[in-house]
């Protein structure tokens, strides 16, 4: 990676006379996304935010480093760590940690694999293991809020969530406990033993997302770009080889030109074939794609209708 010291930030459009400034439409996402990351701090004790080294959680620290630039990012970050990453991914998240100077937590699946808090499942998947973990490490270090990159148009269920989404003593979510967000007056408020989970991309789509990129020309793990990798079919998506179980016997491996929309546990994140090779290429093929990344791409959120709203309720991200 390249180290950097300071914020990029876009040009400052051409004045035009007589004319009142108006904000672009990534100016006021970026401008609500700094207001919460704001608010939590003055509100809340003991904020963390997850960081995976995907792309929303990438995008969610440069609006978080910005939020309180000069000063460091006055929380930690964690990371709930499945054992099944990609590489790429890994290297990118120590080298960002080691680079803002920033604090890592991990909350690692195979650690309550080890001691019995969880079992492995037989699909071979790890992603649905997460919750446990996490709600440990929140309890173990009291963190009263969190941080997630969730965004409405992800998938059903986050399409429910407000911005401060309260979380009871055990982690979970009722989506009948939600708070009215009038005015973007957000209410943190909680009891002993519960949390809120916060989302500032919660107005933000995938096309923001990647809009936001070239514009603040934020680094992302190569994998989000076109590159050849060994994959095999199952169900509908090409999936990486790997030693976390995949392929089977009848599951020939080929090399093919893919990237990632979205980046979790290997077993249950599919690739798309792909030739974008840059940040431009990549808002061509997004702003074209009639599906959401996590419906192309996440095997584990096709299990049922409900399988998200059901791990939320469980305290899922």
């Known amino acids: ?6 914020i990029p930030t876009a040009p400052a459009p051409p004045a035009t006379a007589g004319a009142p400034h108006a904000l672009s439409q990534l100016d006021v996402l970026e401008s609500e996304a700094v207001h919460i990351f704001r608010e939590v701090a003055g509100e809340l004790e ?3 935010l997850l960081f995976s080294g995907g792309k929303d959680s990438i995008v969610m620290l440069h609006l978080a480093r910005k939020a309180f630039w000069p000063a460091p990012v006055p929380f930690p970050v ?4 499945t054992g099944h990453n990609f590489p790429e991914v890994i290297a990118y998240r120590d080298d960002t940690v080691a680079q803002h100077r920033l604090r890592l937590v991990v909350a690692s699946v195979q650690e309550s694999i080890d001691t019995g808090r969880v079992r492995e499942l037989p699909s071979g998947s790890r992603n649905p293991l997460q919750t446990v973990p996490l709600l440990d490490a929140i309890t173990a270090h009291r963190f009263d809020a969190v941080f997630g990159g969730g965004r409405r148009d992800e998938e059903k269920a986050r399409a429910k969530e407000r911005v401060f989404s309260l979380r009871d003593a055990l982690g979970q979510w009722d989506p009948r406990r939600q708070r009215p967000e009038l005015w973007d007056l957000y209410n943190g408020r909680h009891s002993p033993g519960e949390h809120v989970r916060v989302f500032p991309l919660s107005n ?7 809009r936001y990129i070239e514009r603040e020309r934020i680094e992302l793990p190569s994998i989000y770009y ?3 990798r060994d994959v095999f079919a199952r169900d509908g998506m090409w999936l990486t080889a790997g030693d976390w179980g ?3 016997p009848d599951e020939p491996v080929e090399r093919r030109t893919i990237r990632y929309r979205t ?11 792909s030739t974008a090779r840059t940040v431009a290429d990549v808002i061509v093929e997004v702003a074209a794609s009639r599906l959401t990344e996590r419906g192309a791409t996440r095997a584990d959120d096709r299990a049922s209708e409900a399988a998200m709203e059901d791990r939320k309720r469980e305290g899922y991200f």
């Open 204 to 210: 933000w789509t995938e096309l923001d997302v990647w």
């Open 46 to 48: 003991r904020p963390v």
């Open 226 to 228: 076109a590159h050849e």
């Open 246 to 248: 995949g392929p089977r």
């Open 263 to 273: 980046v979790g546990d290997m077993s249950c994140t599919g690739a798309v074939d």
């Open 78 to 81: 964690m990371h709930v760590d």
């Open 1 to 6: 990676m390249t180290s950097t010291t300071s």
